[in-house]
């Protein structure tokens, strides 16, 4: 058997979370990920949609992460197999319609075992979406740098991202997708499935033909694109500009959209480069992140608590176990508040519960998702696997959230952001006055 990955259970499950497949490279800033909820960005699809959100299949998991409590169950009988045998041959022998292929029933067989566990994080995913999910959790992956979106008339619509391997070759934004290496896509393409096919190692070549209208008149244009490393940053900072001026010095903003393997050194990149403009007291913003790697929220968290335990586990059988402060933390002693909303969801709540648990910061905002569980990942022998859910977390003071979530200690409705018509994502640099949780975020540690 594959040795399983650990992850905290992913911000796709949570409801009133839009999820999308509208990016092949995602590189939003905080602004309209916040208003068009795309928490963790793009690529996030839900699991009732078949992907996302554990941590990569890698060798062994880390000797602070929890194993499967092994427990002895019975094995299916031949009895149990010579039933769905029969069952399926009455099915081909009567049916009236095509029959699925084997791999399309086998997929289907191993769904409905999985319902049968009445539990709405344990899924299957087949091996296309596993392989997206590693992409999205890994903060990187070998694509052309674009955009790409569903058009009324159901046509997949193009946008290079600016400096883009796309963009360098001549996609310009509109145009329609309508080959991929010479092979037309169907009359009503896949979204899935045309990202699938744009995406692949860097450096090797892909040729796309698209229709563009120009003066008038639609043409088709074959490019001609090298597949480059594409990074999807999880995190953005900046010094909050209301704060520039204030006496004790100015606070920095860390808004977190999800937990790859990226997030750890990204954080403490920022308190670096925020520390050295002279920030002495931080926010940071969980709002719509609806989790992601588990190891992400310990090293997270490590950044801000000087020791102690940052969460618990409880497995069916045994004591809890606890992840631990891995130490080294950049901000272990300077002012902190925490920003949650609905939308702040699993590794999220790890984190936000540990810090005021410890008495490092307040919560502001709303109230959070409560999605108190952790996912085992085992990678299958096609590419595809099955995400199980094997322990409950709590808070370090033994707090369980799971369907509850985190009550905030200053609740503040967030009042609908005003529409931006210059076609260009600045809300992140200028949330302030905009932001009713942000201001009252800061208020608290500058006054």
Do not use: C
């Not at 999880?234 to 704060?243: F, G």
């Not at 008495?359 to 996912?375: D, N, W």
């Not at 959230?401 to 967030?414: A, H, I």
């Not at 640099?429 to 006054?447: H, K, M, R």
């Amino acid at each position: 058997m594959r040795r399983a990955q650990m992850m905290a259970a992913g911000f796709a499950n949570a409801p009133g979370i839009t999820i999308t497949h509208r990016m092949e490279q995602q590189h939003t800033r905080l602004g309209k990920i916040a208003r068009a909820a795309m928490i963790a960005s793009a690529l996030v699809l839900a699991f009732a949609g078949g992907w996302f959100l554990r941590e990569r299949t890698a060798p062994q998991p880390r000797q602070d992460q929890p194993r499967p409590v092994a427990i002895n169950t019975p094995s299916p009988s031949a009895a149990d197999y010579k039933i769905l045998q029969e069952a399926w041959a009455k099915v081909q022998e009567s049916f009236v319609g095509q029959v699925p292929s084997d791999t399309a029933r086998n997929y289907g067989a191993i769904r409905g075992m999985m319902t049968t566990l009445n539990d709405r994080y344990s899924v299957f995913v087949e091996p296309q979406s596993r392989s997206r999910e590693r992409e999205q959790l890994s903060g990187k992956f070998g694509g052309i740098g674009a955009t790409l979106r569903a058009s009324e008339h159901g046509q997949i619509v193009l946008a290079p991202t600016r400096g883009g391997p796309a963009e360098r070759a001549g996609l310009q934004d509109g145009d329609v997708l309508v080959a991929v290496d010479d092979v037309p896509l169907p009359e009503k393409p896949d979204m899935d499935a045309a990202i699938a096919r744009i995406r692949g190692d860097a450096g090797t070549k892909i040729k796309l033909t698209v229709l563009r209208v120009k003066d008038g008149k639609a043409q088709t244009v074959d490019l001609s694109i090298t597949r480059e490393l594409i990074n999807t940053p999880s995190t953005d900072w900046r010094v909050i500009t209301q704060t520039a001026g204030l006496p004790n010095g100015p606070a920095g903003l860390i808004a977190i959209h999800q937990f790859t393997e990226r997030t750890g050194g990204e954080v403490k990149q920022a308190i670096g480069e925020l520390k050295a403009q002279g920030a002495k007291a931080f926010v940071l913003d969980l709002r719509d992140n609806g989790g992601g790697l588990l190891s992400a929220a310990v090293d997270v968290a490590s950044q801000f608590i000087e020791s102690g335990v940052v969460v618990q586990e409880k497995h069916r059988a045994g004591d809890p176990s606890t992840l631990s402060v891995t130490g080294g933390g950049l901000a272990t002693q300077d002012k902190l508040v925490v920003l949650i909303n609905g939308g702040t969801a699993s590794a999220s709540e790890i984190v936000a519960g540990a810090l005021r648990d410890h008495g490092r910061a307040k919560l502001i905002g709303e109230k959070s998702f409560g999605k108190g569980s952790v996912q085992l990942v085992y990678d299958l022998s096609d590419g595809s696997s099955v995400h199980v859910t094997a322990a409950k977390w709590l808070t370090p003071n033994g707090i369980s959230l799971d369907g509850n979530g985190l009550t905030p200690d200053v609740t503040v409705p967030r009042a609908a952001a005003p529409a931006h018509d210059d076609g260009d994502d600045d809300a992140f640099q200028n949330d302030e006055g905009l932001d009713s949780q942000l201001d009252i975020a800061v208020d608290s540690i500058t006054n």
